[in-house]
């Protein structure tokens, strides 16, 4: 009676502890529930229409998303599930964002509850786990967006827990229903499909020969030869491989050019990470330092010598630029802390789980740095809960838990972490509710906004279709006399004008934020690092700029 008493008092402190995360999610999520569609939500939200107007012909609708006309599948590179969902709200309540946040917003949750559960099956302290792993800008920021990334995170974290389930009770249910998460999380986004050799690792770590957890790996293999068949039916062409195909075109080709991308995606990854900068020295020894030490004056140096890396300069017509030097420091910093905590994995022995995350971390790493078409944010997503066990095992070994006042540090780090998270979040808000702003005052001051064209996308064009204003086609000349054109200034597939147009004036849009997430003139870029080196940049972000130009 006395162990079941105190079982019973064991689950309702571990599901209160779950609650009280849930609490703090909820209470940072919803101010920023009213948020506009921005970057390529406007595609998903573009095939959400199509699906309404025909479900099996998902991306048969037509887009102009690179200056010209074209079929969805052309230009959508991700594959359809995301846009079912939308859909499905849609149907009820229109495309309405509140509606729609609120939907991806049970994503969160259920994500934050697996990556509870795997702090458990990790051995891991669970609350420790969570937080760091949700207190973070790539987590909070892409759970504000209604694209894939959240969604394939949620199907990656409860593929993982169902397939450790099996593995714990050689149960053919558990990987099952492993499969069946990996399929819908592949669904959802291609990059899914790399919890697939993970599995195979682990399944033959653990059985050495084949089982039942071999369901787990030919579900969606069968799923995926059913997708490409299906799409090479429908339009000609296999979606899943034309995808792989894309993300390979811009990677890397010359040992200088892995070298910039090894630097970028550490920067990358310590921002989406920066709890890993607070976190990651307090168990380190002092190889740890010493590593750290030359890391820090290798990469100040480089910078200096250069005064730039990649594409991206730190030196402009004002000057250096120290306060981009000394972040992208920083970021890197953090990410090459994140590096050290795994390789620090190695010295608790090659056991099961020890490779499974040195596996998983420097497998999304590779990808996200090399073989993507950009460095980005969403690409490091599916580090979240590795990161987070990771960090908290670190804790362990330092000591919290065994005494409060390293505890009350570490939670410490943990919040300010949040902080830097949430400024990353609400300054993506403000950017993204500019352009939704911007296209709403611009149309409405035309009494047929169908004489107005723009150029640009990302939310912009969502929103100025809304309203009734058309994309610009490069390709057509049938511009008549008096007809306007917006183009703005920071966005992606902008082009000059032939002499035609005459420049007839701007609007401007100022941001009250501390941080910039999309900013070429301050070198971030969260969605790309065509942008910047740096996923989001602490200064005042320069005003948005719509310019206007005339058909003569």
């Known amino acids: 009676m006395t162990k079941a008493l105190a079982r019973v008092t064991a689950l309702k402190n571990e599901y209160r502890s779950l ?91 259920l994500s934050t509850i697996g990556i509870y559960r795997l702090g458990r099956q990790f051995g891991c302290n669970p609350v420790s786990t969570t937080l760091i792993a949700i207190l973070t800008p790539v987590f909070l920021v892409h759970g504000t967006n209604v694209m894939s990334d959240s969604t394939l995170l949620m199907f990656w974290i409860w593929g993982l827990v169902f397939w450790l389930n099996g593995i ?9 229903l492993a499969g069946l998460s990996v399929t819908l999380g592949i669904l959802t986004k291609y990059t899914c499909v790399f919890l697939l050799p993970l599995m195979i690792v682990s399944g033959v770590w653990q059985y050495r020969k084949p089982g039942w957890w071999l369901v787990a790996i030919f579900i969606p293999l069968i799923a995926m030869l059913g997708y490409e068949y299906y799409t090479h039916t429908l339009y000609g062409i296999g979606l899943f491989f034309k995808a792989f195909i894309y993300a390979s075109e811009e990677s890397p080709g010359e040992l200088v050019d892995y070298f910039d991308h090894t630097l970028i995606g550490l920067a990358f990854l310590g921002g989406c990470f920066p709890v890993a900068l607070l976190l990651g020295p307090l168990s380190g020894g002092r190889l740890f330092k010493q590593f750290t030490f030359i890391f820090t004056a290798g990469v100040l140096a480089l910078t200096f010598y250069q005064g730039g890396i990649g594409e991206h300069s730190f030196v402009s017509d004002d000057g250096t630029n120290f306060s981009l030097i000394i972040q992208f420091w920083v970021f890197s910093l953090a990410g090459f802390c994140l590096v050290m905590a795994c390789i620090k994995e190695l010295s608790n022995g090659l056991d099961h789980d020890s490779v499974f995350l040195l596996l998983w971390f420097f497998g999304i790493f590779v990808f996200a740095s090399y073989l993507n078409w950009t460095i980005n944010a969403r690409s490091f ?75 640009g996308h990302w939310g912009f064009q969502f929103y100025m279709e809304k309203a009734g204003a058309l994309p610009m086609d490069f390709e057509s000349v049938d511009y008549k006399k008096g007809e306007l054109v917006v183009v703005p200034k920071n966005n992606t597939s902008v082009r000059g004008l032939p002499p035609v147009f005459v420049y007839v004036g701007q609007v401007k849009y100022s941001h009250n934020s501390i941080v910039a997430t999309m900013s070429p003139a301050g070198s971030s870029g969260f969605y790309s690092s065509i942008l910047g080196p740096i996923p989001y940049i602490f200064e005042k972000p320069r005003d948005e700029i719509y310019l206007f130009y005339q058909r003569r």
């Open 168 to 176: 714990k009770t050689d149960s053919p249910k558990w990987f099952f």
């Open 19 to 109: 609650v009280y995360i849930l609490l703090v999610l909820t209470l940072i999520y919803f101010p920023f529930a009213d948020k506009a569609f921005t970057v390529d939500d406007t595609l998903f939200l573009k095939a959400a229409e199509q699906i309404l107007v025909d479900p099996l012909d998902f991306y048969g609708g037509e887009a102009n998303w690179f200056g010209e006309p074209s079929t969805q599948y052309i230009v959508n590179e991700n594959p359809p599930l995301v846009s079912y969902l939308s859909a499905a709200v849609a149907s009820v309540f229109g495309f309405n964002e509140f509606a729609l946040h609120t939907f991806f917003f049970l994503v969160l949750v």
């Open 381 to 455: 997503i599916l580090l979240v809960p590795a990161v987070g066990i990771l960090l908290s095992r670190r804790l362990e070994q330092w000591g919290v838990g065994g005494g409060k006042f390293k505890t009350i540090i570490a939670g410490s780090m943990i919040g300010f972490a949040g902080l830097v998270a949430v400024a990353a979040v609400y300054a993506d808000y403000v950017w993204s509710n500019m352009a939704r702003t911007a296209a709403r005052e611009i149309t409405a001051r035309f009494d047929d906004p169908r004489r107005l064209f723009f150029q």
